[in-house]
């Protein structure tokens, strides 16, 4: 078996983490020109859903096995599948570490320790830091990092990027 086959074949498709905040509820945009969405309040909080995530994930679970990396943790399954109109559940991580300020590094033990060293992964994020490019780095298994901007959160340049990038595994 070459090395191309082993990542392949350890599972059928990559790992995506996809990360809420910042991704699909977005947030810090003009407030005069708001991006097209829906309000949703989760857990009492209010959050904005961009238009579009729904069918934009959709299209990413044919290549990949979605994963919430999220603090949401258990609460994405609660609320998103019903919020955005997905089936669900997803799988998804639980951390033992909760958010700083500065970056996306509390989530780093947790998600080296669901995908391995071998297995491919991506991880789309609006909040990276050193640390998560050392890791991704560090990797013996494919390894992409996909940043987003809060306010806009995933697009369709994403997405191509995503699943081009899975097509060339």
């Not at 609660?78 to 909760?98: A, T």
């Not at 995908?115 to 909040?127: K, Q, S, Y």
């Amino acid at each position: 078996m070459t090395l191309d086959e082993d990542f392949t074949n350890e599972r059928e498709h990559p790992i995506l983490l996809v990360d809420i905040d910042g991704v699909i509820s977005i947030f810090g945009w003009d407030q005069t020109a708001r991006p097209p969405g829906v309000f949703a309040t989760v857990d009492g909080i209010i959050h904005y859903l961009a238009e579009g995530a729904a069918d934009r994930l959709a299209r990413l679970a044919a290549r990949f096995e979605l994963v919430w990396c999220s603090g949401w943790e258990e609460r994405a399954n609660e609320h998103l599948p019903h919020l955005l109109g997905l089936p669900g559940p997803l799988p998804y991580l639980c951390f033992d570490e909760r958010p700083r300020d500065g970056g996306a590094h509390w989530k780093l033990g947790t998600i080296a320790e669901h995908a391995g060293e071998r297995r491919a992964v991506a991880w789309i994020d609006d909040n990276f830091d050193e640390g998560c490019h050392e890791w991704a780095r560090r990797r013996s298994g494919p390894t992409l990092l996909v940043r987003t901007e809060p306010a806009v959160g995933l697009t369709d340049a994403h997405v191509d990027e995503l699943l081009a990038w899975a097509r060339a595994l």
